[in-house]
Structures are given as structure tokens and as C-alpha cells.
């Protein structure tokens, strides 16, 4: 059997530059600028709509935010209590520290029962942990059953958006690629397969149907983990999700610890929330819950690998946690101005968009590149924060993050600039004093248009500067009232 | 309520001016007070003013706006309000403020700032809800379009209380802006950080600007207006950037 083309093009995103770099070639990919701006604006109205008719919105924002929040404030001991639940329904429970324990935890699974390849429901886990790389060194194929999933796999791409990764490719490029390349991983596409959606479907459905039917282990991860019933949640629209959480013998979920709800009761804020939130939809079609093993039904192992890989390290902070609370729901990507022009790869994550900003540099930590630059790729405009359905306020963290990297020292022209306008602005005799320099810059340049600054060339390529006045406002209000500050009289006489 | 029985005030009303206006663009305070001046409202300027922190707060040097909030709830902590046109500055006043004092490990600047901060207000909301008017008697006899900023519309939530006031303003044809509520760009440091994309969400802004045939762009931050206003320039577009508060004082005696 062929193994997939796990992520060909670029293995990982290990050593991606920082982001204005990375966003510089997206820009200019003018295809998937005009891709993203219509699917982003599309998601964006239908979200938009089918919130706007549920009055309780806010309430049930709060709601989704509290249940979150209250798993995490108790996180060890709803973990604790899932792991009890999840054992006296006959599931077996690992633990997962880091990306490594937890692919070695599947692999070593996979090779017990003998097989050389695994079906995959849509997981950010799993991408996150790089699993389907390390499956392939195992000699598995892992095969993505989600539609988009499938389309990015077959192009050898990265996903470039939390739900619908396949979001930068139009459907011309996808009966290419799947012209080009399914029938080298099992059912060719029909010979005379056109761009309709219909077909592509269809096509997508054959190929994927002998893989479902033949499959003996699954992969997932879940969107929700109830701690006092042992039910593990899958929430998608295709149905991909149930073939693979249903038929093969044996199911392994990769779980981040933070999917974890206390209770049953906490599913029906959730299941109002997410779909809303992310396809736009009123209900998501499949919604598939487990709880354990039952006999004769379903998977009759089944494995739940629950996972850290940095979450800890997110909860210790004390504003920082409330990033945890994210559902992977991506109503942030849709309604970001920077996401919808540079796409999800700028991000240097399967995590893109003011989420991924956030959560990368939380996750990974601030050491790299991409992870420094990533709490600055943002205007701070707050669209995210106003669509999060559990109130993640992003603006706020994106802030906070940026104080971390400046704390490292990570950009000495700023900082050193930082502390001059701190110096300058603690003091109105200084900032009077530092105002002359624009003022008789406003009287030589008189209504000169200023295209040039040296130095400004950031601001300048594209953008005029606006041209300084002759006098400052204290000046005029010193001028027309005749007031000064005790502080500016010493300071002229 | 119309501008010949001027609303009464005996509010002491400080206007903040912002270190941006005050330095780059004076003509925005100066018509905020020559607007409060002709709604009857006595407006004091303390001398002693310069800068909200934002810019430091936002670019990850919190510490750095220590000093500046110290000032600010010294400067500002008599007034019963205090004024300023820029929705952005008195976001940061309001939102981010409590932060620094919680930063700065000072239980005593925290209740300073929770004393002063419910009091300072963006222009547009200062004058619709603490004086209750949205007719200032103002005359703009042009084709205008206005562009909500961020801090504005989701940090304060002043909806469409500057649209109110435009809407009473005599004269005026108010045309509607195509994507008004998404980010013009601008974002402080990320102008600059990140230009290029900067540049592409701002000449989007541009081109629904361009698009109403308006004469006149305003809002109620000049550091949004000086992005978008330095993209229309560069293209040559002769559409005029204008504060909020230009318009509003600007009437038939003394037009803007």
C-alpha cells in the first residue's frame, strides 16, 4: 500500500519565519487572497445571522465560558473523575505529557493490533502532535477522512484553518488534485470528474468508502469530554465522523486535557454554541457520543489518550488560562481582518488566526520567530473577542503576550525608543519641549505633502504622513486662555 | 434637544487631549472646545496632561505606562468628567488602566484609577449621554461618510451615538460606508510592524471610502484617519479626512 504524501510540500512548520515575512508571500498569492476573502466573508454572514436569532446569545456565551472556566479552576480533579468514568465504561485511559508520549502511545497501539494503516476523523490534536509523520515512520498510513482534510493531504499542503482547512483552495484546484493524485492512494477520481461540488463529493465519498469499511483502527480526538458520565463528543457535518467513531474494532482519541466538561448538563450550552459558531449552522448534522464500550456495538477497544503537550503550563497563568477555554470553533478566523488577507499558514500552526496567535506563543513558548511575532500580528481591533463563543478575550492575552516578549528583550530599537516616549510623556515639560521638533517641522514643510520620512519607510511606502501643525494645542491654549501648568511656567521663565 | 437652549452643566468638564491631538493634530481639541464652549459647558484644560500609555501598553511595555497613569489620575482625579476626542485613548483609559495599576502592584493607584476611570468619556458619548444632546447645532453643508473605529465601537460600544449626531447636523448628506465595522489597519505599532498587511486592510478601507463618493471621511480617532487619510493621499483621492469633532463645530457662522 501507498503511504500518503504526509505534508510534502513542507514537513512541518518547524523554522517558519515571523509572521510580517511569512504574510509578505501570502499577500501576494493573489488566488488564495480572492479564495479567503470569499469563504471567510460567506462563514462571517451566516454566523452572523443564525446568532442574531437566538436572543439569549450573550447568556448562553457566559454559560459556555463558566462551564469552561469551572473545569479548569478544578482541572485535576475532573480529569481524575473522566479517567474513573472513562474505565468503568471499559475505555483505557493513557496519559499523555508531550507530542512524542502521545504518538508513541498510538503507534504503539496500532502496531499491537497489526495494522498498516488507520482511518482519521478531523483532529487538531492530532495535527498538533504531528501524528499522522510519526504513524508514517511507523509504516502506517493515516488516512483524513474529512473532506478538507483529504484535499489538503492529497496536495501534500498544511491546513490553513481550523474547520475548513482546505479554506486557501478553490474548487478548480480540488478536481485537480484529486484527478491527479487518488488514484494513487486507492479509488481513482472518475475520469471525467468536473468541479461541481456534487461530484467532488461524490468522488470524495468512493475513495473514502473503501477505506472506512476496510479500516480496523480509528483515530479521533473529541470535542468535548464529559467528566461524570465517561462520554467522549465528536461534533462534524459530514459523516466521516461516525464511520470512523463506529465501524473499525478499535477507536484511539487523542484528548487535550482542557476538552475536559464536568458534567452532562455542560454539553447543552456547548452543542448551541459551537455549531453556531463555526459552520454557521443551527445544529451540526452528526453528533456522535461514546461512552466507553458496549458489547456488539461499536468499537470494542477503546483507547483515550489524554494529553498535555503545554496545557499546564497555559493554566499557571492566571489571565492566560482563559485560553483553554477555546472550542476550536474558528468564528475568530472568519471575522479576523489580518486572518482573512494572509490565510492560516502565516501562522506557523495548525492553530492560525487571533486563536493560534495566542495560543501558539502559550503553547510552544516565546523562543522562536514566528512565536515572538505571532502576539503582534494583530491590530487589536476586537472582532475576535465580540464573535468567541466562550469569551476569550484575545485583545487582552495578545497584550499581555507582547509584554512577555518585550520582557525577553527581544526588539532593542523598540524597547529603547518604548522608554524615550515613556521619559518624554512622564513629563509635560518634555513632551512640550519634544513637540517644538514637530512644530517647526510643521512651519518649514508649511502644506507640503510628505511622502518621505527616512526612517519611515514602514509607514511611508505606501501610506503619506500627516503634516505636522505650526502649533500644538497646549501652545494655542496657552496663547487664547493665558494658562500655564506651575510646571511650564519654571520651564519658560 | 437643540442647540439654542444649550444644556446646562454645572459638571467640572477636563478635556483630555490626547498627546497625538495635542501634538499633531491641535485643530481637534480645539474645535471639541469650541463645540462643549457652545453648548454652555466651562471646559478646563490642565496643563499638566500628556498621555494615556496606550502605545507602550500595547507594543508590551505595560511598565513603561506606569508613570503615565500615575499622571493621569493626579491630572484628571478633580473632575467630575473628562472629555476627549479619541476613542482609542479613553479605551485604554477605561479598559486597560486597572491593568497597569494591577501590573504596578499599587493598591492605591488601582482605586485612583477605579475613582477616574468611569468618568472619562469619548466625545460622542459625553455629549449623548451626560449632556442628553444629539443636535449641537452644527452645519456641514457636504457628502460625508463615517468610519466607526475599533476602540470605539467594540472596546466603548458607543454604537451609533456618532451617527446620531451626524445625522442632526444641517446639511450634511451622510452616505453609508460599505464594511464600516471591520479595521481600517491602523493598530498602533502593527501600522508599522506589520505594514504590509496594514496597507492591504487599509487600501480595502480606502477603496469603500472611495466608493461612497463622499467628500469628507471622518471619525473619531485621528490616528485611524491619519492611516487611511495617508492611503487616500497617496492615491490622490482629494477626499478629506476630518474629526468627529471638526463637524460638530462646524456651523453656518464659522464653518469648517
Avoid at chain 1, 483515530?219 to 468535548?224: C, E, I, K, L, R
Avoid at chain 1, 486563536?355 to 472582532?383: F, H, K
Avoid at chain 1, 484575545?394 to 509584554?403: A, F, N, Q, T
Avoid at chain 2, 466603548?156 to 464600516?180: N, T
Wanted: with cysteine; glycine share 8%.
Amino acid at each position: 500500500m501507498s503511504t500518503p504524501p504526509v505534508q510534502e510540500t513542507s514537513p512541518t512548520f518547524v523554522g517558519m519565519p515571523a509572521f510580517p515575512k511569512a504574510a509578505h508571500e501570502a499577500l501576494a498569492n493573489t488566488q488564495q487572497r480572492a479564495n479567503l476573502h470569499n469563504a471567510t466573508h460567506t462563514i462571517r454572514a451566516k454566523r452572523a445571522s443564525v446568532v442574531a436569532e437566538v436572543p439569549e446569545w450573550e447568556a448562553l456565551r457566559v454559560a459556555g465560558a463558566d462551564a469552561k472556566d469551572e473545569a479548569l479552576h478544578h482541572l485535576g480533579d475532573y480529569l481524575e473523575q473522566l479517567e474513573e468514568s472513562l474505565t468503568a465504561n471499559g475505555a483505557v485511559v493513557h496519559w499523555a505529557r508531550d507530542a512524542d508520549e502521545a504518538n508513541r502511545i498510538v503507534v504503539d497501539i496500532a502496531r499491537s493490533k497489526e495494522v498498516d494503516e488507520v482511518v482519521k476523523v478531523k483532529s487538531m490534536a492530532t495535527q498538533e502532535i504531528e501524528l499522522n509523520e510519526a504513524l508514517e515512520e511507523a509504516g502506517i498510513s493515516a488516512w483524513e477522512t474529512d473532506l478538507a482534510e483529504l484535499i489538503v493531504q492529497l496536495f501534500g499542503d498544511r491546513p490553513s484553518h481550523i474547520l475548513v482547512p482546505a479554506i486557501h483552495r478553490n474548487r478548480t484546484e480540488i478536481r485537480d488534485v484529486f484527478l491527479r493524485q487518488m488514484g494513487e492512494f486507492g479509488r481513482p477520481a472518475p475520469a471525467d470528474l468536473t468541479d461541481d461540488p456534487a461530484r467532488l463529493a461524490e468522488a470524495a465519498r468512493l475513495h473514502l468508502r473503501e477505506k472506512f469499511l476496510r479500516a480496523r483502527v480509528a483515530v479521533s480526538g473529541a470535542n468535548f469530554a464529559i467528566a461524570d458520565t465517561g462520554t467522549l463528543v465528536v461534533v462534524e457535518s459530514e459523516g466521516n465522523g461516525r464511520m470512523c467513531l463506529t465501524l473499525p474494532e478499535t477507536l484511539i482519541s487523542v484528548v487535550g486535557i482542557e476538552k475536559v466538561l464536568p458534567t452532562w448538563d455542560d454539553l447543552a450550552p456547548m452543542l448551541q454554541l459551537l455549531p453556531r459558531s463555526s459552520t454557521g449552522e443551527r445544529m451540526n448534522p452528526y453528533t456522535t457520543m461514546w461512552s466507553g464500550v458496549h458489547e456488539g456495538d461499536g468499537p470494542q477497544e477503546v483507547h483515550v489518550i489524554l494529553l498535555d503537550n503545554g496545557r499546564s503550563h497555559v493554566l499557571a497563568d492566571a489571565l492566560g488560562r482563559q485560553a483553554l477555554r477555546c472550542i476550536r470553533c474558528s468564528a475568530c478566523l472568519n471575522v479576523c481582518p489580518v486572518y482573512e488577507r494572509t490565510g492560516g499558514h502565516a501562522y506557523g500552526s495548525v492553530y492560525p488566526g487571533p486563536i493560534g496567535a495566542v495560543l501558539n506563543p502559550q503553547l510552544r513558548g516565546t523562543a522562536s520567530e514566528i512565536d515572538q511575532s505571532l502576539p503582534y500580528a494583530s491590530s487589536l481591533c476586537g472582532a475576535c473577542f465580540d464573535a468567541c463563543p466562550v469569551r476569550i478575550n484575545i485583545p487582552e492575552l495578545l497584550v499581555e503576550l507582547r509584554g512577555t516578549v518585550a520582557e525577553q528583550g527581544g526588539h532593542r530599537a523598540e524597547s529603547a525608543a518604548m522608554k524615550a516616549a515613556a521619559w518624554v510623556l512622564s513629563d509635560p515639560r518634555r513632551l512640550a519641549v519634544a513637540q517644538k521638533g514637530a512644530t517647526t517641522a510643521g512651519r518649514l514643510l508649511g502644506k507640503r505633502t510628505i511622502t518621505k520620512v527616512p526612517g519611515l519607510g514602514a509607514w511611508t511606502d505606501a501610506r503619506n504622513v500627516p503634516s505636522p501643525p505650526t502649533e500644538t494645542f497646549r501652545q494655542w491654549w496657552a496663547r487664547e486662555r493665558g494658562e500655564t501648568s506651575g510646571t511650564q511656567e519654571e520651564e519658560q521663565r | 434637544m437643540t442647540a439654542t437652549k444649550p444644556p446646562v452643566t454645572d459638571l467640572r468638564v477636563a478635556l483630555f487631549a490626547t498627546c497625538f491631538n495635542d501634538t499633531m493634530w491641535p485643530e481637534t481639541p480645539r474645535a471639541t472646545v469650541r463645540l462643549l464652549e457652545r453648548l454652555g459647558v466651562t471646559v478646563e484644560f490642565p496643563m499638566d496632561q500628556t498621555c494615556c500609555g496606550q502605545m507602550m501598553t500595547n507594543t508590551g511595555y505595560a511598565g513603561k505606562a506606569v508613570p503615565l497613569v500615575r499622571r493621569f489620575v493626579d491630572v484628571f482625579a478633580g473632575y467630575d468628567a473628562v472629555v476627549a476626542p479619541s476613542g482609542s485613548c479613553v479605551g485604554s483609559v477605561r479598559e486597560q488602566h486597572p491593568m497597569i495599576a494591577h501590573l504596578a502592584g499599587d493598591p492605591g493607584l488601582a482605586s485612583q484609577v477605579e475613582q477616574v476611570r468611569p468618568r472619562v468619556y469619548e466625545l460622542s458619548e459625553f455629549l449623548v449621554d451626560v449632556l442628553g444632546v444629539t443636535d449641537v447645532g452644527a452645519s456641514f453643508p457636504h457628502r460625508v461618510t463615517y468610519h466607526p473605529t475599533c476602540h470605539s465601537l467594540r472596546m466603548l460600544r458607543v454604537g451609533d451615538k456618532p451617527l446620531q449626531l451626524l445625522r442632526a447636523v444641517r446639511g450634511i448628506d451622510l452616505v453609508e460606508l460599505e464594511g464600516a465595522e471591520e479595521c481600517c489597519g491602523f493598530g498602533g505599532t502593527f501600522a508599522v510592524k506589520n505594514a504590509e498587511v496594514s496597507v492591504a486592510m487599509g487600501t480595502d478601507k480606502a477603496r469603500h471610502v472611495t466608493d461612497t463618493g463622499a467628500e469628507v471621511l471622518v471619525a473619531g480617532d485621528n490616528s485611524c484617519l491619519a492611516h487611511i487619510g495617508g492611503i487616500l493621499g497617496r492615491q490622490h483621492s482629494g477626499i478629506r479626512r476630518m474629526h468627529l469633532a471638526e463637524i460638530l463645530a462646524s456651523t453656518e457662522e464659522d464653518p469648517a
